[in-house]
C-alpha cells in the first residue's frame, strides 16, 4: 500500500507539477515526509519552517497587518504563508501549515490542536480549519503528524481534482 507522500508524489511527477512548503507547527515534518519519496527532487523545490512572526513576514512575505489582526494562528496568515512559499520557491503548488502543537500555548479562542492548512496553486486556493483532540503526553507529536497528514491529503485532493 503507498503511502500519503509516494501518492502524491507520483501525482505531481504524472502532472509535471513542482511544491514547496511553509510551516510552522509541524516544524518540517510535511517537507520530510514529500522528501522521503525517492525522485522527489523532480518535484519538491524547498520550504521554509517559519516558527517566527518575523520569519513569516521577512521571508514569506506575511503580512504584518495580517498577523496583527489575526494572528499567526488564523486560515488569513496560512493562506499568506502559501501564496509566499510559491512565490519564493517559484512552484505551481505550495502547502503551508500553522497550529498549536501543545501541550502548552492554547488559549480559550486558540486552543491546542487548533492547526490551519493552506494550499495555493495559481489558479486555486483552499484553506483547512482542523482542532486536533489528543492525550496530553503525546499531543505534540500527534498533533504535528495529523496536520502533515491532513496537508498531504489535500495536496491529493487537490492533484486528483486536475487529472484529466
Known amino acids: 500500500m503507498s503511502t500519503s507522500e509516494e501518492i502524491v508524489g507520483r501525482l505531481l511527477t504524472e502532472q509535471g507539477l513542482t511544491i514547496a512548503t511553509a510551516e510552522s507547527c509541524t516544524g518540517g515534518l510535511i517537507a520530510h515526509r514529500l522528501t522521503n519519496v525517492p525522485g522527489s527532487s523532480a518535484y519538491f523545490m524547498g520550504g521554509v519552517v517559519a516558527y517566527a512572526n518575523e520569519v513569516k513576514e521577512q ?41 498549536i502543537a501543545g ?27 482542523h482542532l486536533w483532540q489528543g492525550d496530553r503526553l503525546t499531543v505534540r507529536l500527534e498533533n504535528k503528524r495529523r496536520t502533515a ?16
Do not use: N, W
Open 59 to 99: 521571508v514569506l512575505g506575511v503580512s504584518g497587518e495580517t498577523l496583527a489582526a489575526h494572528g499567526a494562528i488564523s486560515e488569513e496568515t496560512v493562506r499568506e504563508m502559501a501564496r509566499g512559499a510559491r512565490r519564493l520557491f517559484d512552484t505551481d503548488v505550495a502547502i503551508s501549515a500553522a497550529g
Open 149 to 164: 497528514e491532513a496537508a498531504l491529503e489535500m495536496l491529493h485532493q487537490y492533484l486528483e481534482a486536475r487529472r484529466p
Open 103 to 129: 501541550p502548552s500555548g492554547g488559549t480559550p479562542q486558540k486552543p491546542v490542536g487548533l492547526v490551519y492548512v493552506a494550499l495555493a496553486a495559481q489558479d486555486f486556493e483552499r484553506c483547512e480549519r
